[in-house]
């Protein structure tokens, strides 16, 4: 995931998040490689971001790269239907909320798309960022939540990895993530939450424990499910 910084003094570059569960699954597995969640936060190429944290003092500054594009449209627009629509986001704007977080209908979000306004990407505003190091792990946890994005795990003693997936989204998608050959060959999955993890040993015993789920193709992936998938190619 790319962050754009609206406004921000800190450097920008790649970032690992290591949440909880990743550090209770290296706690837990021992692993020979750990892979945390990876976003890169960038200064430069907002169009080119899928997110954006804006600090509250620049809020202005970025809603009013959107009013320009609505105000330019307005100015030639003839349906009164694309009227209403561009009407009700450059009112939102103008008190200084971004369009994400204001509720609009799919289908004048599909219409507003279609102009690249940036303050549709997911948004996070803040006062500040005092202890950078603490707070940037926060503030990308904030960003997942506001884009709708889960982290699930893959997890042994070769390897421990995050992987992001949007919100609602199947095992099938999940097992897309990690690769193709997965996706494509999918039988089924054994599926265990790491809310469980206080609770086995290893595997063998989750399982003998009752805590490991065999599961589908339609299975939705919750938020910190550690996945194994069965597939053949």
Not at 85 to 109: F, G, R
Not at 173 to 179: D, L, Q, T, V
Not at 217 to 233: A, L, T
Request: hydrophobic share 40%; net charge negative.
């Amino acid at each position: 995931m790319k962050i754009f910084n609206f406004g921000f003094e800190f450097t920008a570059k790649k970032y690992s998040y290591q949440s909880d569960e990743f550090k209770r699954l290296i706690d837990k597995f021992s692993p020979a490689k750990k892979n945390p969640y990876t976003v890169e936060f960038i200064n430069e190429d907002l169009d080119k971001s899928d997110a954006v944290v804006i600090k509250k003092s620049k809020l202005l500054d970025f809603v009013l790269i959107d009013l320009e594009k609505i105000e330019q449209r307005l100015d030639r627009a003839q349906d009164s239907k694309e009227k209403e629509i561009l009407e009700q986001a450059q009112k939102q704007l103008e008190s200084e909320k971004v369009l994400s977080n204001c509720n609009l209908e799919e289908e004048k979000i599909a219409f507003l798309k279609n102009l690249q306004l940036v303050s549709l990407k997911p948004t996070v505003i803040k006062d500040s960022l005092q202890d950078q190091d603490q707070q940037i792990q926060d503030l990308i946890q904030e960003v997942m939540d506001a884009a709708g994005r889960i982290l699930f795990f893959t997890a042994s003693e070769k390897e421990v990895k995050a992987w992001d997936l949007k919100k609602g989204k199947t095992i099938l998608e999940a097992a897309g993530r990690i690769h193709s050959d997965l996706m494509r060959g999918f039988i089924r999955a054994e599926v265990v939450n790491c809310k469980n993890l206080d609770d086995f040993y290893n595997m063998a015993e989750a399982k003998s424990k009752g805590l490991v789920q065999t599961v589908g193709k339609d299975y939705i992936v919750e938020p910190g499910d550690i996945i194994y998938i069965k597939f053949s190619v």
